[in-house]
C-alpha cells in the first residue's frame, strides 16, 4: 500500500478514535482498529468471525474485553458532553 494512503488512514482512525473516545493515543488507536476490523468481519462473514472465536477462545475474550472498555469510553465521552 502506498505510503501516503497509509498515513491518510492512520489520521482517519486517529479522527475516529478522537471522536468515539474524545482522546486518542497509540494504545487507544490499536484497540479501535481491532474493534473495528472485528465488528466489520462480524456483520459481513458471521461464520468466519464464528469460526475464529472457536478456533481462539482466549482472543475472543480479549476481543470481548477490548470492545467492552470502547463502550465504557465511549459513554463517558457522551456524558461529558
Known sequence: MEDKLVAQLDGLLEKYTEL???????????KVRAYVVYSHIAKTMPPLAKHWNETYPEAKEGMKEVIEQIKELNEAHRAKK
Open 20 to 30: 468515539l473516545l474524545g482522546e486518542t493515543n497509540n494504545e487507544l488507536k490499536e
